[in-house]
């Protein structure tokens, strides 16, 4: 499964029930929502290009085979500060791995939905 956003792109490269691997790329000068998730966690190894990364309000920059984990509940935020796309593989870890599981702090592409 392979889906556009505004910062990129993702393809889905396995996945299972306890599982999900995607290969992201995100272009120059982009960066995702900062947000959270509460059923999973993220392992990032950043395979081309240089990384920002927020966790938790610390920035550290990752440069290509750097790796970075994201706990369950963790606020994060990746963003491609060099030139080329960026490309990470993120694995997901948990019991659910929806979109709807995202909670967005921060979105440069107007994507914040109010709280029910």
């Keep these: 499964m392979h889906e556009e956003r505004p910062w990129g792109s993702f393809t889905v490269l396995d996945e299972a029930e306890n599982y999900k691997i995607k290969r992201i ?3 120059p000068e982009k960066r995702l929502s900062y947000q959270k998730h509460q059923r999973r966690a993220e392992h990032w190894m950043v395979v081309a290009g240089v990384a920002k990364v927020t ?4 920035e ?5 085979g750097g790796v970075v984990d994201v706990p369950i509940g963790a606020a994060h935020r990746i963003e491609n500060i060099g030139s080329d796309k960026l490309i990470f593989i993120e694995i997901q870890r948990g019991s659910y791995f929806g979109e709807d599981d995202i909670q967005r702090l921060q979105d ?4 914040i939905e109010p709280r029910r």
Excluded: H, N, S
């Design 25 to 27: 790329e995100v272009l």
């Design 55 to 58: 966790l938790d309000g610390r």
């Design 60 to 64: 550290i920059t990752v440069a290509t």
């Design 108 to 111: 440069d592409y107007g994507r």
